[in-house]
């Protein structure tokens, strides 16, 4: 997510990075000569079971990845917690991208839906707004987003769509048609809406990082209370 409501971006676009969880195992060592008969077979652990909750899957960009803090801070992860507090089964994914417009959310659908989806939520067209890209066609990817989860699965998932505000710099006019694709679809695709993610966050230096675009800790707090009033329902 690079940009905000009256707040000018500073600075060049950061790519999130991906730390490689590395594997070791080690050798068996010398062992004892002994008869078939006193041999004993070493005892096996057994596998942790394997997590079936539903899952509640998050596309989006660096405000959903959680950019500039530890990945337990971004709202998604507080969202978890607080299904885990109200007694919900639900597992949370977080699927965020710092820097993904709605054309790259799109192309990466069809694999994130290879895993069963109970709900949906699409957070996505920010990065669109702020290169001044035409509505029109942030509205297509976003509704081909919605369309690739209804098609893979039965019973389809269900959906909430997040919604964004383009940059001043545009012209009213702009901002306007940016602003009336999230309610349009969420109409179009019975979908939930969170009429803008950063409400209560937007503008304000206390709740942002340094660069005045992405939200700190605290701020993220309430971008979860923001998303938890449209998705508690769902679940």
Same mark, same amino acid.
């Given at each position: 997510?690079?940009?905000l409501?009256?707040?000018?971006?500073?600075?060049? *676009? @950061?790519a999130?990075?991906?730390?490689? %969880?590395?594997? =070791?195992? /080690? $050798?068996?060592? +010398?062992? &004892?000569?002994?008869?078939?008969?006193?041999t004993?077979?070493?005892?096996?652990?057994?596998?942790?079971?394997?997590?079936?909750r539903?899952?509640?899957?998050?596309?989006?960009?660096?405000?959903?990845?959680?950019y500039?803090?530890?990945?337990?801070?971004?709202y998604?992860?507080?969202?978890?917690?607080?299904?885990?507090?109200?007694?919900?089964?639900?597992?949370?994914v977080?699927?965020?991208?710092?820097?993904?417009?709605?054309?790259?959310?799109r192309?990466?659908?069809?694999?994130?839906?290879?895993?069963?989806? *109970? @709900?949906?939520?699409?957070?996505?067209? %920010?990065?669109? =707004?702020? /290169? $001044?890209?035409? +509505?029109? &066609?942030?509205?297509?990817?976003?509704?081909?987003i919605l369309?690739?989860?209804?098609?893979?699965?039965?019973?389809?998932?269900?959906?909430?769509?997040?919604?964004?505000?383009?940059?001043?710099?545009?012209?009213?006019?702009?901002?306007?048609?940016?602003?009336?694709?999230?309610?349009?679809?969420?109409?179009?695709?019975?979908?939930?809406?969170?009429?803008?993610?950063?409400?209560?966050?937007?503008?304000d230096?206390?709740?942002?990082?340094?660069?005045?675009?992405?939200?700190?800790?605290?701020?993220?707090?309430?971008?979860?209370?923001?998303?938890?009033?449209?998705l508690?329902?769902?679940?």
């Open positions: 997510m690079w940009y409501l009256r707040v000018t971006l500073r600075g060049p *676009a @950061v999130a990075s991906l730390a490689l %969880a590395l594997l =070791g195992c /080690r $050798g068996a060592g +010398p062992r &004892a000569e002994t008869s078939p008969a006193t004993a077979s070493a005892p096996t652990r057994p596998a942790p079971p394997a997590d079936d539903p899952v509640v899957l998050f596309v989006g960009t660096s405000l959903t990845a959680g500039g803090l530890d990945p337990e801070e971004a998604p992860a507080l969202i978890q917690r607080k299904i885990d507090a109200a007694g919900l089964r639900y597992r949370v977080n699927a965020g991208v710092s820097g993904e417009t709605s054309a790259g959310a192309r990466r659908m069809g694999w994130l839906l290879r895993q069963p989806v *109970a @709900v949906l939520v699409v957070e996505t067209g %920010a990065n669109d =707004g702020l /290169r $001044g890209q035409d +509505p029109d &066609a942030t509205r297509d990817n976003i509704q081909a369309d690739e989860a209804r098609k893979g699965q039965a019973p389809p998932p269900k959906l909430a769509l997040v919604g964004m505000e383009a940059l001043p710099n545009y012209g009213q006019a702009y901002r306007r048609r940016f602003r009336a694709i999230y309610p349009e679809l969420a109409r179009r695709n019975a979908a939930s809406l969170v009429p803008f993610l950063l409400d209560g966050v937007a503008g230096p206390r709740l942002n990082q340094a660069d005045g675009v992405h939200p700190t800790a605290e701020g993220q707090k309430i971008v979860a209370e923001n998303v938890w009033r449209v508690r329902p769902l679940l």
